[in-house]
């Protein structure tokens, strides 16, 4: 059985008082986790200090983007390694946001993801269409195509170790969310094509997360359809009551 995974991306959001603050909070909630998963993934400079807010909580911490280098002349980048010794345990890969405004393929996304595979971190490696893509009938064709090029080359003790997190590009910051239905065919062709180029068991086992507008109001709904697994969250993570609503709908 799948272990839900409920992650906050904060994105550009907080600042340096209220980051720890709202870590501080959301590891206070940690008897509502239940068999969830709970992560947070503030901006790079405040790992650290999110980190020392999470000490001896079951929260995971996470970042929003890594380069795949291990080190070098790679002005204003920051690697796996970097990560892990903030005390990471996850990096979110290839969202949306990176792939629209930083120009990020599914060939950058994947060396960042093979990158991260080669220490003890777990990719959050998102995938989802344009609504022009989802109103031309070409979802189907662009998530499989956006995860075969973003996971390409990846051993089957690899693709186990990754978290796949589908986010209609139309549904982000939008507050319109996919219907469970529209949500629960996308996660439902993702794993079956996690199983046509792996096996039954690896799609048995990579947890698919649903991204896009989830609220409080609409989570359990949508942690109800059996192929979603989690959500990545993001404006309704800047918030410690309403990121918790959410984890309550996933235990
Ligand atoms: P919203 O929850 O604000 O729509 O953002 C979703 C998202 O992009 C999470 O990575």
């Known amino acids: 059985m799948r272990t839900p995974l409920i992650a906050g991306n904060w994105k550009m959001n907080t600042d340096g008082k209220s980051a720890a603050a ?7 909630g940690a008897a509502r986790f239940g068999r969830a998963e709970v992560a947070v993934c503030p901006p790079f400079v405040y790992l650290p200090e999110v980190g020392a807010a999470l000490a001896g909580s079951p929260v995971g911490l996470g970042a929003q983007n890594m380069y795949h280098e291990p080190s070098g002349a790679f002005t204003g980048e920051v690697s796996a390694a ?3 010794d903030a005390g990471c345990r996850y990096v979110i890969l290839g969202h949306s946001e990176r792939r629209q405004f930083f120009g990020e393929s599914d060939a950058v996304v994947n060396r960042k993801v093979l990158a991260a595979l080669k220490t003890p971190l777990t990719p959050i490696v998102c995938v989802g269409e344009l609504l022009a893509q989802r109103e031309a009938g070409q979802t189907s064709d662009v998530v ?7 996971l390409a080359g990846l051993s089957e003790e690899q693709i186990r170790r990754v978290v796949v997190a589908y986010e209609p590009v139309w549904a982000i910051g939008t507050g319109k969310v996919a219907t469970v239905d529209e949500a629960e065919a996308v996660h439902l062709d993702l794993r079956k094509t996690l199983e046509s180029r792996y096996n039954a068991g690896v799609a048995a086992v990579v947890r698919i997360l649903y991204g896009g507008s989830v609220k409080a109001d609409n989570a359990s709904q949508l942690l109800s359809a059996p192929n979603i697994d989690g959500a990545l969250v993001g404006g309704a993570s800047l918030k410690a009551e309403d990121f918790l609503s959410i984890v309550d709908a996933a235990r």
């Open 22 to 28: 709202l870590a501080k909070a959301v590891a206070a």
């Open 82 to 84: 970097m990560l892990l």
């Open 144 to 150: 499989r195509s956006q995860l075969a090029g973003s």
